[in-house]
Every structure is written in C-alpha cells, then in structure tokens.
C-alpha cells in the first residue's frame, strides 16, 4: 500500500492525538527563556529554546550465550514539538523518533521488533553489514500487527549507523511521521581513540530533521517539486529551537541528516572551526579541521568542537546553490558556563584504511534518470539488476545528468574516489555507504560489498531523497558465491509482481 498525503494526515490526526502512550523523548523540554536562538530561517518559537532532548540509550536483555537481544514497537503518539500544541506523530518505542540502540563488534544481536501502526512498515539497518535476510529492506515487511524477529553478528568498525521504515513506496511519509534512530557500533580501537565518549555528556547524538506545521499542529507533508518534503522548521532529535548546555570543553556531536530531502551546510555562527573525526562508516584515519561540512540525506559526520567558559554559538546550516540547501536556519545553539577540560583531539585516529579496488575489479556505471529510474528502470521488486560476487570490491560510476541526487547502497562500504572530476573533501575521505552527487556530474566510488551470499534475497542501492526512492529511483543487487554469478536467476517469485505505485 502506498500512504498518500490524505492517508497520512487521517492516519496521524486519527491515530495520534487519541493515544496516550510513553514518548521515547520526555515532553518536559521547554526551558525558561534563554533567548538569541533564532535564526534567518526563523524555526518556530526560536527565540524561546527548549533543552536538547537526548535519545535514551536502549538496554538489551543478555540471553545465556551472549546474544544481545533489543526490543522495538513502531507505535502512534503525540508529541509537544511547538510549545502548546500536541503533534501527531510516530516513533519507536515512543511517541517520536527511538532510542539509541549500542552494540559492540564481535556482539551477536538480536530483534523484537513490533508494528503497532495500522500500516505495514520495516526496520532497515542503514550502514550495517549484515545478511541481506536481515537488512530490513522492502522484502521484510512487517504487516499491521505483525512482528519481525533478525539476528546477525556485528563485524564492522566503529561507527555511527542509524535505523529507519523502508517500506516500498512509503519511506518518505513514515520517516517524516518521525520513525528514525540511531545504531553506534563500537569496537576496541574506538574505545581507546581518546575522542570524548560519554553519551549525553561530551558525545551527543544529533538528528537532524526539517518539518512543516500547519495551523493545527500536525505536520504538512506538502512537497516541491523534483525533491518532495522540504520543512521550514527545523528540529534536532526532535527538539525545535533547541539548546544544549555543554558542561565540557570539548564536545563530539554524532550527527544524522534525517531529513526527507534537505542538504545541511553546516557550521557555527562564528565561524569557529572543529575537527571532523568520522563518517558514514567509520572514524577517519586523522581528524581534519574545517568550518563548514555538508551532508545530504542519510549522511552522518561526527565532530569535535572546542568552547569556553561564556560561549554562546549556534550550529546553523547555510544555504547553497541548489533547490534542497535553500535557506539559512539555526539548528542548535550551544551555551558554556563552567566547563570540565577536555583532551586535545588524537593528531591521528583508528579509522579503517581507504577501499582499495585490484586493477580487475569489476567496473559498472549506473544512470539516474530524472527522479524515478536507473539506467531507464523503475523500481522492481522482481528483478534483479545486479549481481555481485560476496564479498568483492568494483568500481562504482554513478552518473547524474540532472538536479542534485545522493546514492546510497545496503550492505556496503565504499571510499569515494572522486565527485565532479575531483578528490572527495578530506572530511568525506573515510569509508562512506551514502554520496552525494551534484547536479549534472558524477560520483565514482570502490564498494566492498558484503561477505554474505545469498541468491534469493537481494540489497538495495538507490537514491536516499526519499521521494526520489519511493518513486523508483532504486535497484537491487545480490551476493553470490565467486564463480556463480552468471547461473543466478535474475527474477524473484513475488505475489503480486514487483512494483507499485
């Protein structure tokens, strides 16, 4: 099925306001007055601030052989996001957004995962590498009702991952109802980095979203054209105009572009540099200093700021030249009394070594045609378009010869190795599983591809606009042991063919 604008507004307004539940965030975020928060964008309420609300890290029950095992519900709820007014809306284990789910390599993990919505929806592990059985993909639906059970065994670097609905036709209008959060990875390497790492404290989650409130409240999933949604008020884990209270000298923030299509320039409003010190995928091998970084969808980048005693400064996002960076907006302000010391950012960092492609990889090249094809293919949950020796690495050509799109692919990690003609920015150099890649040019990448075969269940890659996705902007590809990729069957047995819009 897939959810219309009509659909979703009868959904939240019926769903939502009538459903007393826990939110996963407590509504109690309105502080007193802090004033100066408020941006040329002018996000609702800005000269008020509300105190950052955090993600709750999700604790696990420990079976007796060590399996990690997490609970979820997809649920209805309202939450107070403007001051005064309940907003319909959709989380997990809560009213909007989920908690922060922690595992370590080496972890085996394991899922209850449960759909209270009256849709049917999945949970995809966005940046994990995992069987595709358990990627949480369009294939694993979960019916209204239903539950979802995966397990797989984490080994991959430390990294800051998230988790997210990606039903076939409905992702763009179930993240926006706020179904999004984040997965770290640790490892043993990242736990001795010397980079700031108690959660809440000195390392702060951030999720960053643009939303649209009509008068009532609700949310407005009005589009524009070629992109889709594109908010006017921006929030942070949920928290419009809000304030974080910074207790240290130093702060890493882990940030997620959790938007449906918005592109974030971001840096602080005095244009005070910090350290980038990871990726999408990873930490990077050594910090690089700069003053402004840009993530499009599904992107994340960690970073490190140096404040004193007295500081007062917002991130913001700055707008662009492009359709989906439109706009200068405050995002967060950060105010600094009293604050603990902290260690100078590591001159050299734990980040896993480029991707690096031997002279016989496989080369392939795919097309994005406008904003629902590639290489002159919709969408088919049938077809397979690709198939890919298990754990191979090629070179991957992504070509856009239109308005600005990103690339995204599951179960992968990729070193970008040139956008437009030219090296990545260092702050892009580490391993990446989403591109961004500009208006009428392209991105070309070496993707290792993950080291679990499986001829009948394919991964996705696809544009992470979200309207471009549920469009069609999308393909599928399968794993398959060396040396049988020719004799793997290229169609899926699916009740009610592949592709719907």
């Given at each position: 099925?897939?959810?219309?604008?009509?659909?979703?507004?009868?959904?939240?307004?019926?769903?939502?306001?009538?459903v007393a539940m826990a939110a996963c965030f407590p509504d109690d975020r309105r502080g007193p007055p802090t004033g100066g928060a408020g941006g040329a964008g002018g996000s609702a309420g800005a000269a008020a601030g509300n105190v950052l609300a955090i993600p709750p890290l999700l604790e696990p029950v420990v079976r007796g052989d060590g399996t990690l095992v997490f609970e979820l519900t997809a649920q209805e709820g309202a939450s107070e996001i403007l001051p005064g007014v309940r907003t319909p809306s959709w989380g997990y284990n809560g009213a909007l957004l989920g908690p922060?789910?922690?595992?370590?390599?080496?972890?085996?993990v394991a899922f209850d995962i449960r759909n209270s919505l009256r849709d049917p929806t999945t949970v995809h592990?966005?940046?994990?590498?995992l069987p595709a059985a358990m990627d949480g993909g369009p294939h694993q639906v979960i019916e209204a009702g239903g539950s979802w059970s995966p397990e797989w065994r984490i080994d991959q670097p430390a990294a800051t991952l998230w988790y997210h609905p990606h039903p076939h036709g409905d992702t763009?209008?179930?993240?926006?109802?706020?179904?999004a959060g984040l997965f770290i990875v640790d490892d043993d390497d990242s736990a001795t980095a010397g980079l700031p790492s108690a959660y809440g404290i000195d390392d702060i989650p951030l999720i960053l979203q643009d939303k649209t409130f009509a008068d009532d409240g609700t949310l407005d999933p009005d589009r524009i054209p070629n992109f889709g949604i594109m908010g006017n008020t921006m929030l942070a884990n949920g928290t419009a105009s809000a304030v974080f209270h910074?207790?240290?000298?130093?702060v890493r923030f882990r940030i997620l572009?959790?938007?449906?299509?918005?592109?974030?320039n971001l840096e602080f409003s005095d244009g005070r540099p910090f350290q980038v010190v990871g990726g999408d995928a990873g930490l990077l091998p050594a910090p690089v200093e700069t003053s402004r970084v840009a993530i499009s969808p599904a992107e994340r980048v960690e970073l490190v700021v140096a404040l004193e005693g007295g500081d007062d400064v917002r991130l913001v996002t700055r707008g662009g030249g492009l359709d989906i960076d439109d706009g200068d907006f405050d995002?967060?302000?950060?105010?600094?009394?009293?604050?603990?010391?902290s260690s100078p950012v590591p001159a050299r960092l734990p980040g896993p070594k480029p991707i690096h492609a031997p002279s016989t990889a496989r080369e392939r090249t795919f097309r994005l045609n406008g904003h629902d094809a590639i290489n002159g293919e919709e969408m088919d949950l049938s077809r397979i378009d690709t198939v890919v020796a298990a754990g191979a690495v090629e070179i991957w050509t992504i070509e856009n010869p239109v308005y600005a799109h990103n690339f995204h692919i599951h179960g992968a990690a990729f070193t970008v190795l040139e956008v437009a003609g030219r090296a990545p920015e260092?702050?892009?150099?580490g391993h990446k599983d989403t591109v961004f890649v500009p208006p009428r040019s392209s991105a070309r990448i070496a993707v290792r591809f993950a080291d679990h075969p499986d001829p009948s269940m394919p991964y996705m890659y696809h544009c992470h606009i979200l309207r471009h996705e549920d469009e069609g902007m999308m393909g599928q590809f399968v794993t398959v042991a060396p040396g049988t990729e020719k004799r793997t069957p290229l169609r899926l047995a699916l009740e009610g063919g592949g592709h719907e819009h």
């Open positions: 099925m897939v959810l219309t604008r009509r659909g979703f507004l009868a959904g939240l307004t019926a769903g939502g306001v009538g922060t789910v922690r595992a370590t390599r080496g972890d085996t592990w966005h940046g994990m590498i763009a209008m179930q993240v926006y109802a706020g179904l910074a207790t240290t000298g130093a572009n959790g938007s449906n299509a918005r592109r974030y995002l967060l302000r950060i105010t600094a009394e009293a604050l603990t010391p260092d702050a892009m150099s």
